[in-house]
């Protein structure tokens, strides 16, 4: 979900040079921005990435009016057309300007100074999506806001929290201040590979950190971090939704296939295409296993339930024979 900011307040100037418009001026600077009153929003070389594709997509220029025509509905002719964005380390987004003859005149001669962005924002990261518009102007409109139009969710995204601690956590380690979350879990992983005495300082103040007790495992601290990554990311990409889904799947399909072996609607070697009709369709699976008849009557088989040995004797064994079912399935399923 998306939601739309009018930056209807000083974010930035924009300068003549040698008495004329600029052609590159910066739109949004890195890193955390804020709008009086609306709360923050992230800028990064992400942000860049996707506000280039959104451009890209739409295939028009990007209009900057006069004090947020286009938005008001009013007459909105424009000042200029942004044609072209790029990042720049350290700065931020640059865009590239087309200005008309009467707009060029009137930022040469300082009688138009500053610029507002209307812009969208992420909710899930507050990351910048996509641009709508800019505008020249003057004066500040904080609060003459379309009723349509959302408020940023105030207080600070819980990533920048995250990425501080992230930050600790390499120190900790004696990593380089460049370390990546997977060097972070490689150094980890080593730790549990060195003798308790000479990582014990170190592994107790990582586990403060990670609100564990000392009791758990490496593979709890490893997930703790996992954790971690997950929250900087704010999103689980598809290749490892896609394999959540695929174990939930198999785990799914495995208890309902046992479950129809041990009630005798399916023998041993109808498993694997049970399997893959389980996987594959789970509810119609679940149906077939209702509506089918016992094939093995496990229930009917001589002796106790309990009883194993009861289970397997001579006209048992000659009964399953006959229907290609093995000793072994008859002590797994017969009860």
Same mark, same amino acid.
């Given at each position: 979900?998306?939601?739309? %900011?009018?930056?209807?307040?000083? @974010?930035?100037?924009?300068?003549?040079?040698?008495?004329?418009?600029?052609?590159?001026?910066?739109? !949004?600077?890195?890193?955390?921005?804020?709008?009086?009153?609306?709360?923050? !929003?992230?800028v990064d070389e992400t942000a860049h990435r996707i506000v280039a594709a959104y451009l890209k997509r739409r295939g028009n220029d990007l209009v900057i009016d006069?004090? +947020?025509?286009?938005?008001?509905?009013?007459?909105?002719?424009?000042?200029?057309?942004?044609?072209?964005?790029?990042?720049?380390?350290?700065r931020g987004i640059m865009a590239r300007a087309r200005w008309t003859d009467e707009a060029a005149g009137y930022i040469a001669k300082a009688e138009y100074r500053?610029?507002?962005? &209307?812009?969208?924002?992420? #909710?899930?990261? +507050?990351?910048l999506v996509a641009v709508h518009s800019v505008a020249l102007t003057n004066a500040p409109k904080t609060n003459h806001l379309t009723p349509i139009l959302a408020?940023?969710?105030?207080?600070?995204?819980?990533?920048?929290?995250?990425?501080?601690?992230?930050?600790? @956590? %390499?120190?900790? @380690?004696?990593?380089?201040?460049?370390?990546?979350? =997977?060097?972070?879990?490689?150094?980890?992983?080593?730790?549990?590979?060195? #003798?308790?005495?000479?990582?014990?300082?170190?592994? #107790?103040?990582?586990?403060?950190? @990670?609100?564990?007790?000392?009791?758990?495992?490496?593979?709890?601290?490893? $997930?703790?971090? +996992? $954790?971690?990554?997950?929250?900087?990311?704010?999103?689980?990409?598809?290749?490892?939704? =896609?394999?959540?889904?695929?174990?939930?799947?198999?785990?799914?399909?495995?208890?309902?296939?046992?479950?129809?072996?041990?009630?005798?609607?399916?023998?041993?070697?109808?498993?694997?295409?049970?399997? =893959?009709? $389980?996987?594959?369709?789970?509810?119609?699976?679940?149906? !077939?296993? &209702?509506?089918?008849?016992?094939?093995?009557?496990?229930?009917?088989?001589?002796?106790? #339930?309990? =009883?194993?040995?009861?289970?397997?004797?001579?006209?048992?064994?000659?009964?399953?024979?006959?229907?290609?079912?093995?000793?072994?399935? %008859?002590?797994?399923?017969?009860?």
């Open positions: 979900m998306k939601t739309i %900011i009018t930056a209807r307040s000083t @974010l930035s100037a924009i300068t003549a040079k040698d008495g004329k418009a600029p052609e590159w001026f910066l739109l !949004f600077s890195a890193g955390w921005n804020e709008v009086e009153g609306q709360g923050k !929003f992230l006069y004090e +947020h025509a286009t938005v008001d509905g009013t007459k909105a002719p424009a000042a200029a057309w942004i044609t072209d964005i790029r990042w720049e380390e350290g500053y610029f507002s962005p &209307v812009f969208f924002i992420r #909710k899930t990261d +507050h990351r408020k940023l969710v105030p207080g600070e995204p819980k990533e920048e929290e995250a990425m501080e601690f992230l930050k600790k @956590l %390499i120190a900790k @380690l004696g990593l380089a201040e460049t370390a990546a979350e =997977d060097d972070v879990l490689a150094a980890v992983a080593t730790l549990a590979d060195k #003798k308790p005495e000479t990582v014990e300082v170190v592994a #107790k103040d990582i586990l403060t950190a @990670l609100e564990l007790t000392g009791d758990e495992d490496t593979s709890a601290v490893v $997930a703790s971090i +996992h $954790a971690l990554r997950q929250q900087t990311k704010g999103t689980v990409s598809r290749v490892e939704f =896609d394999r959540l889904q695929g174990q939930l799947a198999q785990q799914d399909a495995e208890k309902i296939v046992a479950k129809a072996m041990t009630d005798g609607k399916i023998t041993p070697d109808q498993k694997d295409w049970a399997m =893959d009709y $389980a996987k594959s369709n789970l509810p119609g699976f679940t149906l !077939f296993v &209702v509506k089918a008849p016992v094939v093995i009557p496990v229930k009917k088989l001589p002796g106790k #339930k309990d =009883d194993e040995a009861a289970l397997v004797n001579d006209t048992t064994l000659t009964v399953a024979k006959m229907m290609d079912v093995s000793e072994e399935d %008859i002590k797994k399923y017969g009860k």
